[in-house]
């Protein structure tokens, strides 16, 4: 069924869906648009629906009450805590309960948790009214240009279980919605219509009523009834009502300014406006000038003209066509302030990712945080105006301070993100210059594909072609295709299951495996029975204190019976274990089965040390630190935290300072059940560290209150279990993410005197003691330096004898048929003096005597040979220096080049290298007798 059917079916029985207390109260009347034919609920007559209405608030709103952004928000608060609702705050922008969307796209997303596909509401009050931020960056283009869209904007949620205690249905929710418009922001009965509406989703539907207030939608009450399909449904045995009401248009409706930015940032525009030298066109003193005027003309036109969808382009030309001004003049005057909204708003944004933990980066959601900051960077060189991002940050948090009271926590986190990433941009900018020179050389016309290769290659943002004449204008859908490429689902790769089962084998039918290693992890001997055995090697047990790959946590290993097992994994409720060999017992058995215990310490120690890992990490480094992933073996885990740049040497060593100060303290760690809201209420939403938890019941591990997590492994009772923790190593290893490798307790031990040994080696080697052995090192590596540069002025001056003993030792090869065909040839094979040796003494002496042929092959720690071939000036027209080289080299099986006077080369192939000295000889010969050359 689609949207428009189940719209008729209800609105054929709209006494039921839609008849609604208050309309029979005070008179609304159910009429039809006589352009689009929806039903409507209005009191005076009116021919069309609010569909096609303009914005007829702006420049005149419907209420002599102006309301501030903030104030707005005070005014629906108070009035829905008089009328009994639970004022919940703001849930995090970024959606950690949900593993299929980054961010918070709507209020009532707060309360649903999904499982196996169904969505449940956890409702922490009932009723309650939430403020909460939204991010959504599918209409990025949109936004400063319509007036009223935003990538944040604060959702009203007004949500309600109508089943529950508390609870209310349809003719309450109209008659609160309708009060708060009328009574409290001082709107006439007769201004709102409400439009017959459905909404559909997530396996269930119901009827929904907008609300319209001189053309502009304000609030839209969705009542979810049923679940299932046309075909098939019921009514929910918890009907749920998901009110939601832009903020910004709420305060905007009373303020009609022309766009609702004017109102949502006021505080910060005027700031700009005061100090920037960009005019205020919107001024109260209601001396508009001309461009003031064309302002707002302009800006309450375009709101109302543009749906999401429409070629903004296109409207503005007819716009400007409507206001008789040439276009070229109109974008000049409109442009900048489209770029400062825009600027505001996306800045707006990133405070709230940022407090709640997103990094902007290359992948995931972090993806669109990099997008609208560099729009914004490029944007504000544009303006000019000498504003940093970060002023601008200063000024919402100013402004939000009452809304948001926890976003002030976060103030220098933030600045600290923004920076490091606005560095990076403009680090980028001199290799853009280069691109731009070679797009203006191609004369290209560049398409979408080709700007979208150009900002992830090379970081080149449109906003910056455009400003460079190098593109006449952003492509509508350019940030819109973007997001759309990177925002593939964030579900991440859950631990696989890597046994291949028959299609037969149906696991449904055998009970679930009991866990022994939740209730107590301390038994590692027990009994248990054999419920199936599949492709003799597979062992399901009725009860199991084996641990199965899970968490990033590696599995026990141990025995059943006479049976080692080497893995296991669990499938849904079920523990499979993997035996060596063919297993030889029956289903039905009774069996006794040991855990591996040194493994399961080890491997326990290290699950507990990444927890204590990533507490540190958070501590030393930022808010912004969340476990990306994580993996525990026996000698051996690691961490990947989110952050966004490689770690110094200090931060790595100040992290396992903390982590072992944990460890002294020996804190407590604490595993307790909850309901998953009680958990997310009391232990907010870090506790999803390691993901979501489909489950309702949430399994708590508290360690010393410090680190507290949502997780199913294996962990000690006592932090000073531990021993040690030591980090091995860090490594950047993506946009973003930051790789923490570390053992913990004995095996830290084994690492630190490994180390310790290498250091003793080193110290024997030096012929030192090894609390002297970084002076020892120094010492030698200064007397190293001092002995390459003897040896130069050593070579230098003692090649003058060398070279004269060279032409010496040299042998004269003579052409058989002529006298005056000759060379002298020197060769040499040496394993000692290095190539540096054989580059000044070959040099100088083809130089002495032009004649000389000089080969040197220098042979390196017995492995390789470098390959010098020298040819004097006579000698050269004989043989050249690089073809020489390279036949040399080629046997030695490598290869070589350079100029008819010097060639050089090498190879790995030393066997017959004896024989080269006459092999050359020979071929030499031949060269001189061939006369032909
Ligand atoms: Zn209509
Ligand atoms: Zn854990």
Redesign the pocket.
């Known amino acids: 069924m689609n949207k428009s059917e189940l719209l008729s079916l209800f609105s054929s029985d709209y006494e039921k869906y839609y008849k609604v207390s208050l309309f029979e109260k005070l008179g609304f009347i159910r009429q039809s648009c006589s352009i689009c034919s929806r039903f409507f609920w209005a009191i005076p007559q009116r021919s069309i629906c609010p569909d096609h209405e303009n914005y007829t608030f702006i420049g005149n709103p419907p209420t002599s009450k102006r309301l501030s952004y903030t104030q707005s928000w005070e005014k629906i608060r108070d009035y829905f805590k008089e009328n009994g609702h639970t004022i919940v705050n703001r849930y995090p922008v970024v959606c950690r309960w949900r593993d299929d969307l980054y961010y918070t796209i709507a209020s009532i997303v707060d309360f649903q948790r999904v499982a196996d596909n169904k969505v449940m509401f956890e409702l922490p009050g009932n009723p309650l009214v939430v403020p909460q931020m939204c991010l959504r960056f599918n209409d990025i283009e949109n936004v400063g240009v319509t007036g009223r869209h935003y990538t944040s904007f604060c959702m009203v949620g007004q949500t309600c279980d109508a089943d529950s205690e508390g609870g209310y249905w349809k003719d309450r929710c109209i008659e609160l919605d309708f009060g708060l418009l009328v009574d409290i922001f001082g709107i006439s009965p007769a201004e709102i219509t409400f439009v017959e509406d459905v909404w559909i989703g997530a396996g269930a539907f119901g009827s929904s009523l907008e609300y319209f207030v001189r053309g502009l939608e304000l609030g839209n009450a969705v009542f979810t009834e049923f679940e299932g399909n046309e075909k098939n449904h019921r009514v929910l045995k918890n009907k749920i009502i998901d009110m939601g009401a832009g903020l910004e248009r709420l305060s905007w409706i009373t303020n009609g300014t022309p766009t609702s930015y004017d109102c949502t940032f006021e505080p910060i525009l005027k700031r700009i406006y005061d100090t920037s030298g960009i005019d205020n066109p919107f001024s109260s003193n209601g001396n508009y000038n001309l461009q003031s005027k064309i302002l707002s003309d302009y800006f309450s036109r375009i709101s109302a003209k543009l749906e999401s969808t429409s070629d903004i382009l296109q409207v503005k030309k007819q716009l400007a066509q409507e206001l008789s001004i040439d276009f070229e003049k109109l974008q000049k005057i409109v442009v900048p302030y489209e770029s400062l909204y825009t600027i505001i708003d996306h800045t707006r944004t990133l405070v709230f990712a940022i407090s709640d933990g997103s990094l902007p980066s290359n992948v995931g959601g972090g993806y669109n945080l990099r997008v609208i900051l560099r729009r914004t960077l490029s944007l504000l060189k544009q303006l000019g105006l000498g504003l940093k991002v970060g002023d601008i940050v200063d000024m919402h948090l100013d402004q939000l301070q009452p809304l948001y009271s926890e976003l002030m926590d976060y103030r220098n986190d933030i600045h600290e993100v923004l920076e490091i990433e606005s560095k990076r941009f403009l680090e980028t900018q001199e290799r853009i210059v280069a691109i731009s020179t070679k797009i203006r050389k191609g004369k290209t016309i560049l398409s979408l594909d080709d700007l979208i290769r150009l900002y992830e290659s090379d970081g080149v943002t449109p906003d910056y072609l455009v400003e460079n004449a190098l593109l006449e204008s952003v492509p509508a859908n350019f940030y819109t295709r973007l997001s759309e490429l990177h925002s593939t689902s964030r579900s991440e790769k859950r631990d696989k299951n890597e046994f291949k089962l028959d299609d037969n084998v149906d696991l449904d039918k055998i009970t679930g495996t009991k866990l022994l290693y939740y209730d107590d992890p301390s038994i590692l001997s027990f009994d248990a029975k054999i419920l199936r055995i599949i492709n003799k090697n597979l062992i399901i047990l009725d009860k199991t204190a084996f641990y199965p790959r899970g968490?990033g946590q590696e599995p026990d290993f141990g025995y059943i019976g006479a049976h080692k097992v080497d893995n296991v994994v669990k499938i849904k409720d079920k523990v499979l274990h993997h035996v060596i060999g063919t297993f030889e017992q029956k289903e039905g058995d009774i069996i006794n089965c040991v855990v591996e215990k040194d493994r399961r310490l080890s491997i326990t120690k290290n699950?507990?040390a990444?927890?204590i890992i990533n507490h540190a990490s958070k501590s030393v480094l930022g808010s912004w630190v969340w476990q990306n992933s994580a993996y525990k073996d026996e000698t051996y885990a690691r961490l990947d935290i989110t952050h966004h740049s490689a770690l110094s040497r200090d931060e790595m060593q100040e992290i396992e300072r903390k982590a072992n100060d944990i460890i002294r303290r020996n804190l407590p760690v604490l595993i307790n059940f909850y309901a998953r809201g009680v958990a997310e209420q009391n232990y907010s939403f870090r506790i999803y560290q390691g993901g979501v938890v489909p489950s309702n019941d949430v399994r708590i591990?508290n360690i010393g209150g410090l680190d507290i997590?949502a997780?199913g492994?294996t962990?000690v009772f006592n932090t000073g279990e531990l021993g040690l923790i030591k980090i091995i190593k860090t490594e950047r290893i993506q946009d973003g993410v930051v790789r923490i490798e570390f053992v913990a307790g004995a095996n830290a031990l084994n690492r630190v005197q490994a180390q310790d040994d290498q250091i003793q080696y080193i110290a024997n080697k030096l012929g030192t003691n090894r609390e002297k052995v970084l002076d020892t090192f120094s010492k030698n590596m200064d007397d190293l330096d001092k002995s390459k540069k003897k040896i130069k002025s050593l070579i230098r001056s003692i090649s003058n004898s060398t070279v004269e003993q060279t032409i010496k030792d040299s042998v004269v090869l003579k052409s058989e048929s002529d006298a005056n065909r000759f060379l002298n040839y020197y060769f040499k094979i040496d394993e000692e003096l290095d190539d540096q040796f054989h580059l000044l003494v070959g040099q100088n002496s083809v130089e002495r005597n032009p004649d000389l042929v000089y080969v040197s092959i220098v042979i390196v720690e017995s492995k390789s040979a470098k390959v010098i071939v020298f040819c004097g000036k006579n000698a050269l027209k004989i043989m050249k220096a690089n073809v020489l080289a390279n036949h040399i080299s080629k046997m030695l099986g490598g290869s070589g080049g350079g100029t008819p006077n010097f060639g050089q080369g090498g190879g790995t192939i030393l066997e017959n290298r004896q024989d080269l000295e006459n092999m050359l000889k020979k071929s030499l010969l031949e060269k001189l007798n061939d006369l032909n050359e």
């Open positions: 968490g699950h507990t990444t927890h591990v997590e997780c492994g962990h």
